[in-house]
């Protein structure tokens, strides 16, 4: 990862790894067995300015790029997937205030998540509405200078942990919309979610909306643009998580493994000379580093603010969700029995990774998109090289 | 860049996502042409090609909803300032 970092980059890069190496990893298995993050470790995380990280200094943030960010999802994923999450959606919601947000909205919220005074969660998910975000039911109605909250939301990752909630509804059962809902509005009742697969200290979330009150003023954005630009515009922060959590990921699978079968003997070599054990962590290697390629690339288009910035941190998240599912299964089965117990960390890593190709848009998702897409793409370039070679194109 | 000449940048950035034959007052959104992610695509290139910076004020999809549409908003906003 370093060679590809500037120096400043590479600098901030060593400071995320040493803080995750004292602070997250030994810890995490703990967290995960007991299926919550101290919440001290939340604040400490806010103390070292982590939650503002993307934010611009007017706003208290660190004014990261997004390598920056990347790097540092990296670095908090080869420790914990669960506490990875954390950043993820407190950025989504922060990164959409930032943009869609009015002066005064921007003025208000932005100082308070940048500190972590309050901490964020996005609230798009609900019982019969996920990757279709269209089927979304939950519902604002308009009484005066306020709206009228109802609905359910579910699998909200850190629902149960945050103070604010950025809300994705229909006005009047029609427009979408995106409001922010302190966590202790009356009528709104938190339901911690145990007992997941992977994400397990997440603090995942039920959300019942009953006649919840929201100030007009905490609307972000323009009824009509939640699901078009709101959502999809969060979910490009949440993918980029999800990239780098998920490179984090199998990182933490290769750099396990690979002294386990350097050390590790069985009829009478290491289990680096038998064949079948080093072609995996071959191609532990070689899709470690195609991700991390295919990470940065994704984070410079959108530094660079170019358009195919969509794509390509889509590319970048299915491309590392996936192989993160492939290599920490191989994990297990390199580790063996170790692999399957609870108390090690490749367990964790293998129920982890199959979250990482659920969340911000299935996989097959992205198969459906980028699959179009690339298809596309190739029909248009050929029928290009016809036409300058004068060859009529079939009907 | 000329007044014409913004047209048909937009013109030309649409049709690389688009198959369909579409001219300057088609609605590229209403008429389904594009899918889920092109308004961030062309947020984002409006933003760098033309040097503007989409708002919370600018959300109007009648800003957005063809090349003619998009070419009046982007003059409207450079004249704003």
Known sequence: MKRHLTLSQQKSYQQFLDFVDEYVEPYANDWDIRQE??????????????????????????GWDYVTYGIFTEAVGRGSISLSGLFNVHTMVAETVLKWGTEEQKSHWLPLLASGEQVAALALTEPGAGSDLKMIQTEYRRRGDRFLLNGVKKWITFGAAADVLLVFGRLDGEQPIACLVPKDSRGLTITHIRDMLGFKASYLAKLEFDNVEVPVANMIGRSGFGLSLLAPYALEFGRISIAFASLGLLRACLETCGVHV????????HLIEHGMISHMITDMGVDLEAATLLGLQACKAKDEHRADATEKIMIAKYFASRAGVRHSSNAVQIMGALGCNDNHSVSRYYRDSKTMEIVEGSNQIHQLLLGKDFAKKAKRTRQAAQKKKGVQQPV | MTEKNLEQ??????????????????????????????????????EKEFAIKVTMEDLDMENYKSVNAIGKFIRNKKLAG
């Open chain 1, 37 to 62: 993050i101290p919440r001290d470790m939340i604040r400490l995380c806010a103390e070292q300015g982590y939650l503002g990280g993307t934010l611009p200094r007017e706003f208290h943030g660190k």
């Open chain 2, 9 to 46: 940048t937009v013109y030309a950035f649409i049709g690389e996502h688009v198959d369909e034959k579409f001219n300057y007052d088609t609605e590229i959104f209403e008429e389904g042409l594009v899918n889920s992610l092109f308004a961030i695509q062309l947020m984002t290139f409006l």
């Open chain 1, 262 to 269: 350097m050390e590790r003997q069985s009829f009478g070599a």
